[in-house]
């Protein structure tokens, strides 16, 4: 593994262990490779305790603390358990806990936003949500059983605005966070379901837009708060809105079922003039200021 700076504490036996989805663990020869997608290749140096190493990765799901993990382990081999799976979390391979909360239990939807959109989307999802999810105002008191997912919804490019929901979520207002938008006008986003640990949040998204853009400057002014702009919010065509809304209600509806959908965690962005729809994959970027090392 190439050089990285430790967590900021380390880990614990009580920790609840789990590799970024999608993770492949291979054992071979005193040696572990770890792969997910083409973004986290890693080989780990295991010497005689590659088999144990692996099945030990292999059970990093996050429902079992790391105690019970090294549970028949050697000193030497238990040692080294550690000090990789306290590797893999610098490296944001790993993390604590589970990604989604128990399965079967229903979320509670706050909704964010002004405009027609939002109305739109408090009307249809208010109405519609089905016994996995229960709608509520936001800001209300939560029991701590009740799993929140709260969505931002806009028709207006106040990207501040984003940036100070993300990071509210970031700091544990909800278990996950959803963004819906026609700002851009020609197009409208429904943004992966996000969460604390172990995927990327909305600031990747957006610095990954920035890259992509051929005038990057612009986000400097309409991701900086404070800023007396007057935000003019455009009314979406209604296919617009109803194709947005029904692909965000979609990833609502699909809280709480098991197996979790891969387009839930996928970027949706429709065409407005052609009411095309086009899935794209959303990766953490290790320098985010907002999850990340930046």
């Given at each position: 593994?190439?050089?990285?700076?430790?967590?900021?504490?380390?880990?614990?036996?009580?920790?609840?262990?789990?590799?970024?989805?999608?993770?492949?663990?291979?054992?071979?020869?005193?040696?572990?490779?770890?792969?997910?997608?083409?973004?986290?290749?890693?080989?780990?140096?295991?010497?005689?305790?590659?088999?144990?190493?692996?099945?030990?990765?292999?059970?990093?799901?996050?429902?079992?603390?790391?105690?019970?993990?090294?549970?028949?382990?050697?000193?030497?081999?238990?040692?080294?358990?550690?000090?990789?799976?306290?590797?893999?979390?610098?490296?944001?391979?790993?993390?604590?806990?589970?990604?989604?909360?128990?399965?079967?239990?229903?979320?509670?939807?706050?909704?964010?936003?002004?405009?027609?959109?939002?109305?739109?989307?408090?009307?249809?999802?208010?109405?519609?949500?089905?016994?996995?999810?229960?709608p509520a105002d936001a800001g209300t008191?939560?029991?701590?059983?009740?799993?929140?997912?709260?969505?931002?919804?806009?028709?207006?490019?106040?990207?501040?605005?984003?940036?100070?929901?993300?990071?509210?979520?970031?700091?544990?207002?909800?278990?996950?966070?959803?963004?819906?938008?026609?700002?851009?006008?020609?197009?409208?986003?429904?943004?992966?379901?996000?969460?604390?640990?172990?995927?990327?949040?909305?600031?990747?998204?957006?610095?990954?837009?920035?890259?992509?853009?051929?005038?990057?400057?612009?986000?400097?002014?309409?991701?900086?708060?404070g800023e007396p702009a007057q935000f003019?919010?455009?009314?979406?065509?209604?296919?617009?809105?109803?194709?947005?809304?029904?692909?965000?209600?979609?990833?609502?509806?699909?809280?709480?079922?098991?197996?979790?959908?891969?387009?839930?965690?996928?970027?949706?962005?429709?065409?407005?003039?052609?009411?095309?729809?086009?899935?794209?994959?959303?990766?953490?970027?290790?320098?985010?200021?907002?999850?990340?090392?930046?």
């Open positions: 593994m190439p050089p990285s700076h430790p967590p900021a504490s380390p880990v614990t036996l009580a920790s609840l262990p789990r590799l970024l989805p999608g993770s492949t663990v291979i054992a071979a020869e005193r040696v572990v490779h770890l792969i997910a997608g083409e973004d986290f290749r890693f080989t780990i140096q295991t010497g005689d305790a590659t088999e144990v190493i692996a099945r030990v990765l292999r059970d990093c799901q996050g429902d079992r603390p790391l105690a019970e993990l090294l549970n028949g382990l050697g000193p030497a081999e238990r040692d080294l358990a550690i000090r990789i799976v306290d590797r893999l979390r610098s490296e944001r391979m790993l993390f604590d806990g589970r990604a989604m909360p128990t399965a079967g239990i229903p979320w509670r939807i706050d909704i964010e936003g002004t405009g027609s959109l939002a109305q739109q989307a408090r009307e249809v999802w208010l109405g519609t949500s089905g016994s996995s999810c229960q008191t939560r029991p701590m059983a009740t799993p929140v997912i709260r969505v931002l919804v806009q028709q207006d490019l106040d990207l501040a605005r984003v940036l100070e929901f993300n990071r509210r979520q970031l700091a544990g207002e909800a278990d996950a966070w959803l963004w819906v938008t026609t700002g851009p006008l020609s197009r409208g986003y429904v943004s992966p379901v996000l969460l604390k640990r172990g995927r990327p949040c909305l600031e990747c998204l957006l610095r990954h837009f920035r890259r992509l853009s051929p005038a990057p400057q612009l986000y400097d002014v309409l991701e900086r708060p003019v919010p455009g009314d979406p065509a209604e296919p617009l809105a109803r194709i947005v809304l029904e692909i965000a209600g979609w990833k609502l509806r699909r809280l709480g079922q098991t197996p979790a959908a891969a387009s839930q965690f996928a970027l949706h962005v429709v065409e407005a003039n052609t009411l095309e729809t086009a899935l794209h994959p959303v990766w953490l970027d290790p320098t985010c200021p907002g999850c990340g090392d930046g």
